[in-house]
DNA sequence: ACCCTAATTAAGATTATTCTTATTTAATAA
DNA sequence: TTATTAAATAAGAATAATCTTAATTAGGGT
């Protein structure tokens, strides 16, 4: 997915195009590690000494809420990091010695979820899944 | 699980009893809805006028460690909430209108867990795994 | 080009949670 | 009972994330 694409989806939904939401993306679709907050303020001082946190918080719930990136780290285990999503709904293994995630092959939810809301009478509308351990890096064995 | 029965898990694994520590238990062994931080501070200030929230927080990373008690909400949507743990390990339907949660019948996770680990040659040391949606009181049609 | 409006922004307050530090205390051994 | 020590505590600083408010601005219509 490149800026192009982004920017796209974005004026089909609606959204402005400010300065500070192109960089954000810019930076995004770089690629590489994900990204924190902190992170991508550092990256964006130099362009907009003021940008506020709360703009990029807001510019990366737009763009998680649309798809257009993924979240990792939800589990408050380290700070959350952000990054541009690689097309499928996909979840994560964190490696809770250096940090790094990888993507899961698959999503094993979709069918599960039904199953399970079913039997609960329960309207599932997201789900938020995953896993933590050791990388091949870091397992000691 | 009972007071007694909580207070001898700890008693096996080396952990001191100090009177902030049987009450939060106290109080979570109680049942009921499960219980934020900022609740159970409320709920335990007339006897501990200057508990500080630290200590909540300390004591509840402790019971989750050992299984005592599981958190529901990590997602960031709302507040997180503890509630002592009914046995087996267990997941939660959250939902976002009225915020109650329900147990999931069982944990997806097992065989799945080990199935992506392994290819990705990843060491599992815990999963998390939370469905959001409406619960049938609170789904419109 | 100019105006309008809803979306976006920065700033700062607020909340949830964790960390640091110095003090206190529970459990254990003498 | 007293002394020892490792664990637990309160306090307050630090961090992450969200919310509120008032000012600014992008994009569409004139």
Redo the contacts with the bound molecule.
């Keep these: 997915m490149d800026k192009q694409q982004v920017l796209t989806i974005?004026?089909d939904r609606?959204?402005?195009?400010?300065?500070?939401?192109r960089e954000?993306i810019e930076k995004l679709v770089k690629g590489g590690e994900p990204l924190?907050?902190?992170e991508l303020l550092e990256q964006l001082r130099d362009k907009?000494p003021?940008?506020?946190?709360?703009?990029?918080?807001?510019?990366?719930?737009?763009l998680c809420n649309l798809g257009i990136v993924c979240t990792i780290?939800h589990q408050?285990k380290k700070?959350?990091r952000y990054k541009i999503s690689v097309g499928l709904h996909h979840h994560h293994l964190v490696c809770i010695s250096c940090g790094r995630s990888f993507c899961m092959a698959y999503c094993p939810m979709e069918g599960i979820a039904r199953t399970l809301a079913q039997q609960a009478n329960f309207k599932v509308v997201e789900h938020a899944f995953e896993i933590l351990g050791y990388c091949s890096d870091c397992r000691v064995n």
Excluded: N
């Excluded at 609606?14 to 939401?21: D, L, N």
């Excluded at 003021?50 to 737009?62: A, G, I, N, W």
């Design positions: 974005l004026k609606g959204y402005k195009f400010t300065p500070q939401r954000i924190s907050v902190k907009f003021e940008l506020s946190p709360d703009t990029v918080y807001r510019t990366l719930k737009v780290g408050g700070t959350t």
